[in-house]
């Protein structure tokens, strides 16, 4: 009796050690986290990045601004509060909070249901909106000091990284433009620069730039068709700007591509970003 009693004990102790009552975990094979991302006063197609912290799984919204991110891995030994989090460089950071258990999806959750969908919708609060209605078939490289203009709105108080390019009390615009070419996906970065009376180059500069919300501005970017070198065609025409958002996760920045995802770069296009670009058709 004492030996069957003995070994009834060792076995609700192994069960405690491995079962918890408190997140009653249930084991499935797979299990999904979905849900649906809204952004506001969105002006393209732009998807938003979302990124599951701790199992660094990535994926992105579809055309209705659903995600939805499959674990099947249950080899991590994670357990307790992770963030999904969502992420459009010109708008502000969003996370969700979900609970696991060994590497699984609790059942103790207050975000999402039985099936792992999140039980609100995201609404995503835009920082600036980004829009150019310029479109023409000029060849550039036949103009005189062209410039293309973006309208821009601030719906939050922000601060951003931009490229200036200043020149005494003659010139003060700013400068840093991305031509893609979707046709054969090509990029050109191009940044203004001019040769002073003295003789002296003077490049532009990255400066700070605060934005007051309602703000209601235009930002002039000034092109050199010297310092362009673009085949024919017809390209879309990005400004480059940084919003200094106040938190990133560093595994979020790794997944989108690393920081130079943010800088002037090829890649910044990669980054997704709700903004309007300029049309342009050189011949």
């Known amino acids: 009796m004492k030996t069957a ?4 004990i060792i076995m609700l102790f192994c069960y405690s050690c491995t079962s918890n009552p408190l997140w009653n975990d249930s084991y499935k094979s797979e299990e999904k986290l979905s849900g649906k991302i809204v952004l506001e006063s969105m002006n393209s197609d732009t998807k938003t990045f979302v990124w599951l912290e701790g199992f ?32 459009v460089h010109n708008y502000i950071l969003d996370s969700t909070s979900i609970n696991f258990v ?50 821009i709105t601030a719906h939050r108080s922000a601060s951003i990284s931009q490229y200036m390019f200043i020149m005494g009390d003659s010139i003060n615009s700013r400068s840093g433009l991305i031509f893609y070419n979707s046709i054969d996906d090509s990029k050109v970065l191009h940044r203004f620069s001019k040769v002073n009376s003295d003789g002296i180059l003077i490049q532009d500069q990255l400066y ?27 390209y879309e025409v990005y400004p480059y700007f940084k919003i200094e958002h106040s938190y990133l996760p560093i595994g979020l920045v790794n997944a ?28």
């Open 5 to 8: 009693l003995f070994h009834i």
């Open 56 to 87: 660094d799984i990535h994926t992105q919204t579809n055309d209705q601004g659903e995600f939805s991110i499959v674990l099947n891995d249950f080899s991590k030994d994670i357990s307790g509060s992770l963030n999904i989090y969502y992420f």
């Open 102 to 151: 060994n590497g699984r999806l609790s059942s103790n959750q207050s975000q999402i249901d039985n099936n792992g969908s999140l039980l609100e919708t995201i609404y995503l609060k835009k920082i600036l909106s980004c829009f150019s209605n310029y479109q023409s078939d000029l060849n550039i490289m036949e103009s005189n000091n062209p410039t293309i203009d973006y309208a």
């Open 208 to 234: 700070p730039v605060d934005i007051e919300i309602s703000d209601e501005l235009t930002w002039t970017y000034r092109i050199d068709p010297n310092q362009l070198s673009l085949s024919a065609g017809e």
């Open 256 to 283: 989108l591509g690393g920081t130079n995802m943010f800088e002037f770069d090829e890649e910044y296009l990669n980054l997704p970003c709700d903004m309007v670009a300029a049309s342009l058709t050189f011949n």
